[in-house]
């Protein structure tokens, strides 16, 4: 089996400052890693993934996150956050083959001017 | 390229009727996904369907039923709606099947609302 935890349901951060947001995750074998944001009423946006290779993984609107094997993390990092970031952020995993998505409970990251 | 197109948007129904949601992927892509988005349980997975065939299931009643055709469309149906679908339904598609390690592309969804 396999899960997704994003240990924080709010994150509130100042405009300018940096932005994290946790994910956690538990996979048998190795693990495909997704983040996505979800603006109100709309879909959800890819913003980057990791499969393999380099640890750091840089995404879309300056996002990047960091792959941890051994604390089976998947942090997303913004080095300085926007106000137009503030929305729902949703950790996704998935087995290595064949399998469907698992995502997170979600994060919603509240900037502040 | 266009992306995934779900209709209708929003939609408003009554407790024992049914629904019907369309779902049109990105064009070349035959995997098609759908989530049940709610407040309370987030992200819920409904079922996948690659070539016409459902390859997983979530774990919904059977009043919850899909299916694709052979251009990739996909509509999924929810029979004798109860207050709690009231919900976001988020279809999302993907290139290809087993072994894909590609990101799932997601539609705006279809508000449905049950009265």
């Known amino acids: 089996a396999q899960s997704v935890a994003q240990p924080e349901d709010q994150v509130n951060v100042a405009e300018g400052n940096p932005l994290t947001v946790k994910c956690t995750y538990s996979?048998?074998?190795?693990?495909?890693l997704f983040w996505y944001v979800q603006y109100p009423n709309r879909g959800l946006q890819f913003l980057l993934k990791?499969?393999?290779?380099?640890?750091l993984v840089k995404g879309s609107y300056g996002f990047e996150a960091e792959f941890n094997k051994s604390q089976t993390s998947f942090h997303l990092k913004k080095p300085s956050a926007l106000v137009s970031d503030s929305a729902l952020y949703f950790c996704?995993?998935?087995?290595?083959?064949?399998?469907?998505?698992?995502f997170g409970a979600g994060t919603q990251v509240v900037v502040t001017p | 390229k266009a992306g995934v197109t779900q209709t209708p948007r929003y939609l408003i129904k009554t407790r024992g009727q049914q629904v019907t949601l369309s779902c049109s992927p990105i064009?070349?892509?035959?995997?098609v996904s759908w989530y049940q988005q709610t407040p309370g349980q987030g992200l819920q997975f409904l079922f996948e369907?690659?070539?016409?065939?459902?390859?997983n299931k979530g774990n919904f009643p059977g009043r919850f039923s899909g299916r694709q055709f052979s251009n990739s469309r996909s509509e999924m149906n929810v029979s004798t709606l109860e207050l709690g679908d009231s919900a976001l339904y988020l279809c999302?598609?993907?290139?290809?099947?087993?072994?894909?390690?590609?990101?799932?592309?997601f539609g705006e969804g279809s508000r449905l609302t049950v009265l």
């Open positions: 996704a995993v998935r087995a290595k083959g064949r399998g469907k998505f698992q």
């Open positions: 064009s070349g892509h035959r995997s």
């Open positions: 999302a598609s993907s290139p290809a099947g087993g072994g894909n390690t590609g990101e799932l592309f």
């Open positions: 996979v048998s074998g190795n693990p495909y």
């Open positions: 369907y690659f070539s016409e065939t459902q390859r």
């Open positions: 990791y499969i393999t290779g380099d640890n």
